[in-house]
């Protein structure tokens, strides 16, 4: 796009592409429109109530402090200590630091280690925001392959630490990949905090989804294996409560808490004091557990009729991951197929999905597509994947 300020513009405000994500949440808002295309938690499920009560605890008890400048709310940094410990990560509250959510927590990091120009690691198929905050910001990117059943390739890793120049970052998403929906072999996630200590290599684990488990047995976090303090986990409360809150934390060394508190004044000063209290009064009131039940049962539930539908219609060559939590399914069709293309006919006939081709590096993938089953209720996900079918069988 050719505008009067061309010859202004920095190299980062030239080259960053918009996520295609955020463009396909428009079709979130067409109430004629099955929006497969989303990745926000149910709806109906997001803690309201609870919400309210904690707001009105907060402003009562805590007055005009609740809504001043501030720093890092201890009380909530001990909490989320506790929410890691109860996931197998040892960490104390100073090693926990507070951001607007995984996003934020993806810039900082990635501002604090990776150089314009330098190496970094990341999956050839992954979340956009990961892609933004590497390629985007000029690095020299390697991708690695990621498996539907096993997740991330860790031989694949391994190669690319042992290429010269040392990569400055190697990022993952651990549980519930955005957009595969595959969580990564237990077996794998003790070598890769192996491999990040040994070859020095900074990594930086992503997780928003980890908590939102249905099926399957829990998996520790990679961080839950570092001994060396290498491994960088970033939690989000943004699919745990909701991503309205704009919170969510980092697991960090703690002598590296003074530069990225810097780092991160520079792009912003500091998280809502409000939603900050607030969040931590929700989990001193015991009622996380309870809220993420009910959670992981609806998503259970509308994954396994999202599955049953893609049986039942899907036919001719397709293949999908099995997710056993989170809020995504991969659907790769036949070779051949361009889900780019066949989004246009898909729009025609009221439904979204995402083209997979937009979550590839090099762009591969293009016959696939990512369908969300958490934000959209059975009867439309029954409708939803039988017109997807459609375009598929005409496409
Ligand atoms: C893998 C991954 N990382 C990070 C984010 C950003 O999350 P947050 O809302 O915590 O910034 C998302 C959001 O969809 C995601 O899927």
Redesign the pocket.
């Given at each position: 796009m050719a505008t009067t300020f061309e010859h202004a513009l920095s190299t980062e405000g030239t080259k960053l592409e918009r996520s295609v994500?955020r463009e396909l949440l428009r079709f979130t808002v067409d109430p004629e429109i099955i929006s497969l295309a989303g990745?926000l938690p149910a709806s109906e499920r997001l803690p309201l109530e609870g919400l309210r009560t904690c707001l009105n605890a907060v402003l009562t008890r805590d007055g005009s402090r609740a809504l001043q400048y501030s720093p890092q709310h201890v009380p909530l940094r001990a909490r989320i200590a506790e929410l890691m410990e109860s996931r197998g990560v040892a960490c104390t509250p100073e090693q926990v630091f507070i951001?607007?959510?995984?996003?934020?927590?993806?810039t900082i990091l990635s501002r604090l280690f990776l150089d314009p120009g330098a190496p970094a690691v990341i999956e050839e198929v992954?979340?956009t925001?990961?892609q933004q905050v590497t390629l985007g910001r000029g690095a020299e990117v390697r991708t690695v392959p990621t498996d539907l059943v096993t997740g991330v390739d860790v031989d694949a890793v391994e190669e690319a630490f042992r290429r010269e120049p040392r990569p400055r970052l190697l990022v993952l998403?651990t549980d519930f990949?955005?957009p595969l929906g595959v969580s990564i072999a237990a077996e794998s996630r003790e070598r890769l905090a192996r491999l990040a200590a040994e070859h020095r290599v900074p990594l930086v684990e992503?997780d928003?989804?980890g908590p939102l488990r249905f099926a399957g047995d829990p998996r520790p976090p990679i961080k839950a294996y570092d001994d060396e303090g290498m491994v960088f986990y970033?939690g989000?409360?943004?699919?745990m409560l909701a991503?309205g809150l704009?919170?969510?934390w980092m697991v960090a060394p703690e002598e590296l808490m003074p530069r990225i508190t810097t780092l991160r004044e520079s792009i912003d000063l500091e998280s809502s004091t409000l939603v900050q209290r607030a969040v931590a009064e929700f989990l001193g009131q015991g009622r996380l557990e309870g809220h993420l039940a009910a959670l992981r049962e609806t998503h259970g539930a509308r994954c396994a009729t999202m599955l049953r539908s893609l049986e039942e219609h899907l036919t001719g060559g397709a293949q999908w991951s099995r997710p056993e939590g989170g809020v995504f399914v991969w659907v790769e069709l036949r070779p051949g197929l361009d889900a780019t293309e066949l989004f246009r006919s898909a729009i025609a006939k009221k439904v979204a999905y995402v083209p997979g081709g937009f979550f590839s590096v090099h762009g591969a993938t293009r016959n696939a597509m990512r369908l969300n089953f958490s934000n959209v209720t059975p009867e439309a996900i029954r409708e939803g994947v039988a017109r997807v079918a459609e375009v598929v069988r005409e496409g």
């Open positions: 994500l990745g951001t607007n959510g995984n996003q934020q927590g993806l992954t979340f925001g990961i998403v990949h955005n992503d928003p989804y970033l989000s409360f943004s699919k991503p704009r919170l969510g």
